[in-house]
């Protein structure tokens, strides 16, 4: 029992040392083909997050625009007193229509 371990041992380390050249191309294949789809996804990644970043810069310069027209609206609005005052239309009462009206039985 014990020889037969050691001749499958001894025979799986002659075909791990002598791989043809099939193997041996099969394997640099796929060791190849793993970087270049992470330098590929990389490449991915690297042009969306330059278009983000060209989005935020962007984006930025709206917001100080919209902080600008902001605070020359709040300047403009405080600046600037409304011309007539609001007034409500009441009508002018005399003294004896107050005293109609306080002498009126309360409900």
């Not at 791989?19 to 990389?42: C, R, W």
């Not at 600037?80 to 009441?90: L, R």
């Amino acid at each position: 029992m014990g020889q037969r371990k050691k001749s499958i041992e001894v025979s799986d380390r002659k075909s791990k040392l002598n791989p043809s050249y099939d193997e041996l191309q099969n394997v640099l294949l796929e060791m190849h083909g793993d970087p270049m789809n992470a330098f590929k996804t990389i490449g991915t990644q690297k042009r969306t997050i330059l278009k983000l970043e060209a989005e935020i810069i962007k984006m930025r310069k709206d917001f100080e625009n919209l902080k600008n027209e902001h605070a020359s609206l709040k300047k403009e609005i405080f600046a600037t007193p409304p011309k007539e005052s609001p007034t409500i239309d009441a009508p002018k009462l005399s003294n004896e229509d107050i005293n109609t009206f306080l002498a009126c039985p309360r409900l």
